[in-house]
C-alpha cells in the first residue's frame, strides 16, 4: 500500500519510532499542524510497525510529558499485506511549543530549530504583535529627523490624508495620532519610519544600489542611509538621475517625451513593497541591481502564507509584515491601500507601455526583475546605445522648427539624428565628449549621427575639434 501524499511542510513518513521524532512534532505544532506517519518509508509505502500496541500508549505519554500537547496517535492498517502503522495527528498550537527548552519549525519538508530573531517573532506572533510593534527603550522625539516629519506632512497634504491644519500639531502630537508609542516609548515603527539613523539599532536598515555591466561585475554603486521616510524619495532620485538616462522622443511629432526602461511611479511602489515586508530582523539591506536594460529590487522576508506569487497582480488581502510601518505610510499617502500595490504597477505599466515586473522568491527572500520595454529597446537601439540591435524607424519631428533638410531628405533618418542636432542647437560649444554625456550614447554614434548631420549640409564645425564651435545651416 502506498500513502497517496508526499511528503511536505505538513506530512513526514517514517519507518520506525525514534524519540528524536519529538521535534517534529513541535515542529509541526509551531506551524501549520501536520500528520506524522510511523512505519511508511520516504516513498510512501507502508512497511509497517511491530510493536505498534505500545507505541499506540507510550508515544502520547511522551508527547504529553515533554511538550504539554494532545495528540491523536491511531492505529491504521494496510489490509493487503496485514501490516499496521500509525498516524499522529498534530494541530498547530496559538502558543510556542518547546521541546526539551528548544522551538521547532516546518520549512518545507524539513524540521529546523527556531532561534535569535526569528524565536522572537515566534513569540510575538502568538500574542498577536507584530515585530515593528515593539518599543525601544531610550529614544525621545528630539531625535528624530525633522526632515521625515516633513517629508511625511508633504505627502499626507498632497495625498488628502490630512488636511493641512490637521498637521499644525507637534511631532509629539503627531506620533501619538499614529498611535506610534507603546506605553511612553516610540515603537520600532516610529525609529524606522523617523528616526535618521536606524541602523543604530537594526542592522541592515538601508538601501543599497549597484550598477552593473553583467552578473559578475560592477561598475559603481550607492547606500540610502536614513529614515524610511527619506529613503524612499533619496533612492528614486539616485536611480532616475545618476542611474537611469530618460531617451527623448517625439510620438506625435510636435511633444517631447522621455522614456526610461521602467516607469518611476511604478519602481516607487516595489520599492515601498520592499520596505514594507522587508524581514528586519535579519541584517541584509534592500538590494537594487541595476543593467542597461534591467532593474532587480530583492528584500529578504518569504511571502506570507495568505498570498500567493501568481495572485499579485490581483487584487487581494494584504498580509505586511511589518503593519505598523504600513500604516504610517498608508496614512501618509506613500500607499494608497494594502494589498492594492502591484495592481498600481499594473495600470501603470499599461498606461505606459511598460513591461510587468516578473516577481519571484529567492535567495530566502523576494525579487521583482523589471525588464525595459520594446518602446525603450527601439529608442536605445536608434540611439547608438551599445548592446542594442539597431532599429531604424521614420525620424519623429521637433518640438522646435527642425531645418527642412531633415524632411525633404529622401533616406530615413534616425530620431537620435534629431537628438543630437538638438543638443548641438542648445549648445554650439559641445564637444563629442560634451554630447556624449548629454545623451547617453557612445563616442562611436554620437561621430555617426555628426556625419548624417553633415552629409544633409545642417551642421558645419568652424575652427578647430577643441576650440570651435557647431554652425547651423539654415
Not at 106 to 116: A, D, I, P
Amino acid at each position: 500500500m502506498i500513502i497517496q501524499k508526499a511528503e511536505n511542510q505538513d506530512i513526514e513518513f517514517k519507518q520506525s519510532w525514534q524519540d528524536e521524532y519529538l521535534k517534529w512534532i513541535c515542529a509541526f505544532a509551531n506551524t501549520k499542524g501536520g500528520i506524522l506517519y510511523i512505519g511508511v518509508n520516504d516513498k510512501g509505502t507502508v512497511t509497517g510497525v511491530q510493536d505498534f500496541h505500545k507505541l499506540s500508549e507510550t508515544i502520547p505519554l511522551k508527547i504529553t510529558q515533554s511538550m504539554g500537547l494532545l495528540c491523536d496517535v491511531s492505529v491504521a492498517e494496510d489490509s493487503d499485506n496485514n501490516l499496521k502503522y500509525l498516524i499522529i495527528k498534530v494541530n498547530k498550537y496559538e502558543n510556542p511549543v518547546s521541546y526539551h527548552g528548544k522551538y521547532y519549525k516546518r520549512v518545507g519538508s524539513t524540521t529546523q530549530e527556531v532561534t535569535g530573531f526569528e524565536l522572537n517573532d515566534l513569540i510575538l506572533n502568538a500574542y498577536g504583535l507584530s515585530w515593528d510593534a515593539v518599543s525601544i527603550p531610550d529614544v525621545s522625539v528630539k531625535d528624530l529627523d525633522e526632515r521625515a516629519f516633513k517629508v511625511f506632512k508633504t505627502w499626507a497634504i498632497r495625498t488628502n490624508r490630512f488636511k493641512e491644519e490637521e498637521l499644525e500639531i507637534s511631532n509629539e502630537a503627531l506620533l501619538q495620532n499614529l498611535r506610534a508609542f507603546d506605553k511612553e516609548r516610540l515603537t520600532r515603527a516610529a525609529v524606522m519610519a523617523f528616526h535618521p539613523d536606524p541602523e543604530k539599532w537594526v542592522i541592515g536598515a538601508y538601501t543599497k544600489i549597484g550598477y552593473f555591466a553583467n552578473d559578475a561585475d560592477i561598475l559603481f554603486q550607492d547606500e540610502i542611509h536614513g529614515s524610511l521616510m527619506t529613503q524612499v524619495e533619496d533612492a528614486l532620485d539616485i536611480i532616475y538621475t545618476k542611474y537611469m538616462k530618460a531617451l527623448i522622443s517625439y510620438p506625435d511629432e510636435i511633444h517631447r517625451a522621455e522614456t526610461y526602461f521602467f516607469p518611476r511611479g511604478a519602481f516607487r511602489e516595489l520599492l515601498l513593497n520592499a520596505l514594507i515586508h522587508k524581514d528586519y530582523t535579519k541584517p541584509y539591506p534592500i538590494q537594487i541591481l541595476i543593467y542597461k536594460d534591467k532593474i532587480d529590487i530583492w528584500n529578504i522576508g518569504e511571502m506570507p502564507e495568505t498570498v500567493k506569487i501568481e495572485d499579485l497582480y490581483k487584487l487581494h488581502h494584504s498580509a505586511p509584515r511589518n503593519p505598523k510601518i504600513a500604516d504610517i505610510f498608508f496614512k501618509c499617502g506613500f500607499i494608497e491601500s494594502w494589498g492594492r500595490g502591484y495592481f498600481k504597477i499594473k495600470t501603470i505599466c499599461e498606461e505606459q507601455n511598460a513591461t510587468l515586473p516578473e516577481p519571484k522568491v529567492v535567495s530566502g527572500g523576494f525579487s521583482a526583475i523589471c525588464n525595459a520595454s520594446e518602446t525603450y529597446k527601439k529608442l536605445a537601439a536608434e540611439y547608438g546605445i551599445d548592446g542594442f540591435a539597431e532599429s531604424a524607424q521614420k525620424m519623429p519631428g521637433s518640438s522646435e522648427k527642425v531645418p527642412s533638410k531633415f524632411l525633404e531628405s529622401s533616406e530615413k533618418v534616425p530620431r537620435s539624428s534629431v537628438a543630437v542636432f538638438e543638443a548641438i542647437r542648445n549648445n554650439p560649444n559641445a564637444t563629442t565628449n560634451d554630447l556624449e554625456k548629454t545623451l547617453g550614447i557612445t563616442d562611436r554614434a554620437i561621430r555617426k549621427h555628426i556625419k548624417i548631420l553633415k552629409d544633409l549640409n545642417i551642421i558645419e564645425r568652424v575652427g578647430s575639434d577643441r576650440n570651435g564651435y557647431w554652425k547651423i545651416i539654415n
